[in-house]
């Protein structure tokens, strides 16, 4: 009598009970507004890449590519946005090795400028692995026969939401708008200071620092400076509005 067990080990698959019950679950939670983000590995190198049904095909930024150490190929394909002209590709990085969670494959990229984003995937990326947004369960569902799993995204918020109390991110095609509009603007850059460190800054940053040497002090004072008997004021015609332009 032969064995009822298999001869040898058959593909993974997903235990349907399993699955509704953790979609169940899952569901219960309060959806989140935002973009969803999955954190992949992109030839190597940890980033976050943003699923985008939208998007027909999957686009990679082309401040990265060194980054990335991709490898590209001359291409002739165009891409198109919403109220834009269609503008040649960069160039198209091949075969690129992928792992999403427990998924591994590999996938194609086209090199854009990208203003706000660094790696797309689009409907090319989810048709050819079967996989399945799902936003409601904050996760990415990849149904093919050979490595069906389930991938947790990473929902950044979006700063139009309406949530109140959460780091706003402005682009820079915002901040573009707003510096064409005459709109007050401030630039602040962290900077770690180490002992016996020394630390490079951009040459623009440099020229700036050097013009404003006597604004700031070496070193900044501890505390905050006591208060004033008197606190200064300048006194305004009666009746009169007090101006409202900026100092600078």
């Known amino acids: 009598m032969g064995s009822s067990e298999p001869d040898g080990e058959g593909p993974t698959r997903v235990n349907p ?12 939670s309060k959806p989140f507004p935002g973009l969803l983000y999955v954190k992949v590995v992109l030839n190597s190198a940890e980033i976050f890449a943003m699923i985008d049904t939208g998007a027909s095909h999957n686009f990679v930024n082309e401040r990265i590519v060194g980054k990335l150490g991709l490898k590209v190929e001359k291409d002739t394909s165009k ?7 269609a503008r040649p590709v960069q160039g198209v990085a091949r075969d690129v090795p992928l ?21 797309i995937f689009g409907i090319d990326f989810l048709t050819r692995n079967k996989a399945v947004p799902m936003p409601h369960l904050k996760g990415l569902m990849f149904m093919g026969e050979n490595q069906p799993c389930f991938v947790s995204e990473n929902m950044m918020e979006d700063h139009n939401c309406g949530n109140k109390g959460k780091n706003a991110m402005l682009s820079a095609m915002q901040i573009s708008d707003g510096l064409r509009k005459g709109e007050t603007t401030y630039i602040a850059a962290l900077v770690e ?10 040459d623009e940053v440099a020229d700036l620092l050097k013009e404003f040497a006597d604004v700031m002090p070496r070193e900044l004072p501890r505390i905050l400076p006591p208060h004033r008997a008197i606190d200064h004021k300048i006194n305004i015609v009666p009746g009169s509005n007090p101006p409202i332009q900026a100092p600078y």
């Open 99 to 119: 792992q999403v969670g427990a998924w591994k494959g590999q996938l194609n990229l086209m090199i854009v400028p990208l203003d706000d984003f660094d790696v």
């Open 17 to 28: 009970i399993q699955l509704l019950s953790i979609i169940h679950e899952v569901a219960q």
């Open 79 to 85: 891409t198109k946005a919403v109220n834009a002209d």
């Open 193 to 202: 200071l180490k002992p016996d460190v020394v630390v490079e800054v951009v």
